[in-house]
């Protein structure tokens, strides 16, 4: 009988140990975790932040120039080669722009702006109600495509100068682009600095 009282304690110690154990088990078990999910948020916030601070930023110079204008709604403004500078520059005032597109049918021939006008016409002491465009446009203008890029056509408008640039696809002409709409591009999409911009605005 007193094996028997013995044995029966020395079970109820044990137990009483192994639920102490166990208490003990989770109460640190809770304690590591109450200190490992804060770690681990804290690691996946950096991991996170690697991938979007630490990865190069996006060229917005290589966007295609199609991307600028919207074909279906942006006006193209043109005008017969017989017509005379008067017209021209009546249409150019009337929708406020600075070049026109000079067309023999469907096909581009030649481009007649604002530099046309005065030096062309004014300073060289033609009557501008009788002269007409295809004789003081600029022939065969330097065209691009759809597909090149808007760092590509402000390396050219900067390098040659030139402040619009005919968008041909095909053979037909989908838009024309100023350099003042590049211009105006570059500083809603925070491209180039400031000496850039500047330069390019000068030139618009």
Not at 27 to 52: C, K, L, R, S
Not at 73 to 98: E, F, H, Q, W
Not at 152 to 176: E, I, S, Y
């Amino acid at each position: 009988m007193r094996k028997l009282l013995d044995r029966s304690a020395i079970g109820c110690a044990l137990s009483l140990l192994a639920s102490a154990a166990l208490a003990v088990q989770l109460e640190d078990t809770q304690e590591f975790a109450g200190y490992a999910f804060p770690a681990v948020f804290v690691g996946m916030m950096v991991v996170i932040g690697f991938f979007v601070y630490g990865m190069p930023p996006i060229d917005k110079r290589s966007t295609p120039l199609d991307r600028l204008f919207d074909v279906a709604n942006d006006p193209i403004y043109s005008i017969a080669a017989d017509a005379l500078v008067t017209d021209c520059t009546r249409k150019m005032t009337d929708k406020k722009i600075g070049a026109l597109i000079v067309m023999d049918g469907e096909q581009l021939i030649g481009i007649f702006t604002e530099r046309d006008a005065l030096g062309r016409v004014l300073a060289a002491g033609r009557d501008p109600c009788t002269t007409k465009v295809c004789e003081v446009m600029t022939s065969h203008p330097y065209c691009v495509t759809p597909e090149m890029t808007v760092g590509d056509a402000m390396a050219v408008v900067t390098n040659r100068r030139f402040r619009h640039l005919p968008v041909v696809a095909n053979g037909k002409v989908r838009g024309v682009l100023s350099s003042g709409d590049l211009t105006h591009w570059m500083v809603k999409n925070h491209v180039g600095d400031v000496n850039e911009l500047v330069a390019m605005a000068v030139r618009s």
